[in-house]
Antibody, heavy 120, light 107 residues
Framework: EVQLLESGGGLVQPGGSLRLSCAAS????????MSWVRQAPGKGLEWVSL????????YYADSVKGRFIISRDNSQNTLYVQMNSLRAEDTAVYYC?????????????WGQGTLVTVSS | DIQMTQSPSSLSASVGDRVTITCRAS??????LAWYQQKPEKAPKSLIY???SLQSGVPSRFSGSGSGTDFTLTISSLQPEDFATYYC?????????FGQGTKLEIK
């Protein structure tokens, strides 16, 4: 059974940094692209970033490009996102999502999410 | 970026009704479209991929169609557990994008 468990959310001040983690199990982690998708309170889903299975490709939404860095440790079956220069509009539940394949993907599996609040 | 526009934004319907939600892409995406269902305070659940392929375990009352720029999600006979918010997502071109969502409510 695929399991995705996010951690690292919390309250951070504007301009601050935070790193989220997603521990994965139940599948061959390195064979699948992974993504972060977020949802601001009361709003819709927003795709944030994707990293290919072998970490040879990374892609970002315009809203986070240059501020967020997605990475993965295939030896530890863990996905990360380093979030820098955080803004109030980054406040959201951040979901880790497993892709359907190595690169171009839809998302058959999702974690339960971790809340990031950017506020002074 | 490719914009995904869903219609309607909200919809009231009754148990047993047939419901159709539309998703339009601002440029062609072949059939690289997925549909998700989300209930309050829960993670999204995948329903359809490649525009018309049913995800394993999803009831057959859900179906998808379309290609290019125009897509539909149809629920043939609404059940009480189907009242939720539905999202389309294109995965043809980075950055991937979601529609704004369609909230399906009980009439």
């Amino acid at each position: 059974e695929v399991q995705l468990l996010e951690s690292g959310g919390g309250l951070v001040q504007p301009g601050g940094s935070l790193r989220l983690s997603c521990a994965a199990s139940g599948f061959t982690f390195s064979s699948f692209a992974m993504s972060w998708v977020r949802q601001a309170p009361g709003k819709g889903l927003e795709w944030v970033s994707l990293i290919t299975g072998g970490a040879d490709g990374t892609y970002y939404a315009d809203s986070v490009k240059g501020r967020f860095i997605i990475s993965r440790d295939n030896s530890q079956n863990t996905l990360y996102v380093q979030m820098n220069s955080l803004r109030a509009e980054d406040t959201a539940v951040y979901y880790c999502a497993k892709g359907s394949g190595y690169n171009s993907v839809w998302y058959p599996n999702w974690g339960q999410g971790t809340l990031v609040t950017v506020s002074s | 970026d490719i914009q995904m526009t869903q219609s309607p934004s909200s919809l009231s319907a009754s148990v047993g009704d047939r419901v159709t939600i539309t998703c339009r892409a601002s440029q062609g995406i072949n059939y690289w479209l997925a549909w998700y269902q989300q209930k309050p305070e829960k993670a999204p659940k995948s329903l359809i991929y490649a525009a018309s392929s049913l995800q394993s375990g999803v009831p057959s009352r859900f179906s998808g169609s379309g290609s290019g720029t125009d897509f539909t999600l149809t629920i043939s006979s609404l059940q009480p557990e189907d009242f939720a918010t539905y999202y389309c997502q294109q995965y043809n071109t980075y950055p991937y994008t979601f529609g704004q969502g369609t909230k399906l409510e009980i009439k």
